[in-house]
């Protein structure tokens, strides 16, 4: 079955990196595109970034020019490098990936930026 478990969160100062991983089994991972998403309690969940199957990236519009999302398809994973945190990027990050109309999610990663 889809499993995606992302790790690499935790606490870092507003200014600092954190890079996020996302590894991926149950399906060929590198048909698939490959997306990140965040969640506060006060906010829908929200689109950060995605991955085509062939490494084009984009993105939302709050993290652009920040975060870098890349794959590596030999290791089955999903990496999201965030760059210049601030406060207003804490939250859950979740890994998701669509397939045949179905969104399949991992556990999550806690991500605190504070001083």
């Known amino acids: 079955q889809v499993q995606l478990v992302e790790s690499g969160g935790g606490l870092v100062q507003p200014g600092g990196s954190l890079r996020l991983s996302c590894a991926a089994s149950g399906f060929t991972f590198s048909s698939y595109a490959m997306n990140w998403y965040r969640q506060t309690p006060e906010k829908e969940r929200e689109f950060i970034a995605g991955i085509g199957s062939v490494g084009l990236g984009y993105y939302g519009a709050s993290v652009k020019g920040r975060f870098t999302i890349s794959r590596d398809n030999g290791k089955n994973t999903v990496y999201l490098e965030m760059s210049s945190l601030k406060p207003e990027d804490t939250a859950v990050y979740y890994c998701?990936?669509?397939?045949?109309?179905?969104?399949?999610w991992g556990q999550g990663t806690q991500v605190t930026v504070s001083s």
């Open positions: 998701n990936v669509r397939r045949f109309q179905y969104d399949y």
